[in-house]
């Protein structure tokens, strides 16, 4: 099973952030995401046994963090992988706090996350050929985290399909 944590973002911010997707690959190409499987990854596991499933709940049961607000304030694009994205101007720390409990606790359970330091950003439009020119602004897009899930990642057809396993409400 292909398991990531992540947020999911509210009707409002799905429709911002569509809009600037769909806009953004009518103009420079690409596969922009279908609105439903827009999400802000917070710990990606990778290919896990369907036997340690359990351990990766526990590590989120035991999360104590509150709900937060932040922003979605800017653009950007990684040529390494094409992607255009969504992300955060300012260190968001409550974001970054939540990343980091989880990660800790999810690594504790022998999961082998990344090393290379959290990025917060939504993926946007996949397989963007380069950088436009220049990077249009974001209007500042206000996200509510209430809640985090687990969501296993399934190869469809046309693409990738995501299945909502469980999700934790932020005290
Ligand atoms: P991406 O959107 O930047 O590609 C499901 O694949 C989610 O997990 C996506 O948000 C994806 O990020 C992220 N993801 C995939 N592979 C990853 C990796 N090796 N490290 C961190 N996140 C990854």
Request: hydrophobic letters at 60%; zero cysteines.
């Given at each position: 099973m292909r398991l990531f944590f992540a947020l999911w973002p509210g009707d409002e911010t799905v429709a911002a952030l569509s809009a600037v997707a769909e806009e953004a690959a009518r103009r420079w190409g690409g596969r922009p995401m279908r609105p439903e499987t827009l999400h802000l990854t917070l710990a990606f596991l990778g290919e896990i046994e369907p036997g340690r499933l359990n351990q990766a709940e526990e590590a989120a049961d035991g999360i104590d963090a509150k709900a937060f607000d932040f922003s979605l304030d800017r653009l950007g694009y990684w040529p390494h992988n094409h992607i255009f994205w969504a992300g955060c101007t300012r260190r968001e720390v409550r974001l970054q706090g939540l990343a980091q409990e989880l990660g800790d606790r999810l690594r504790e359970r022998g999961f082998a996350l990344e090393r290379r330091s959290f990025s917060p950003h939504v993926t946007?439009?996949?397989?963007?050929a380069a950088a436009p020119q220049p990077l249009p602004d974001l209007p500042a897009c206000r996200w509510h985290c209430g809640e985090f899930t687990l969501v296993r990642s399934l190869s469809a057809g046309s693409g990738v399909e995501y299945q909502k396993l469980a999700s934790w409400k932020l005290g």
């Open positions: 946007l439009v996949r397989k963007m």
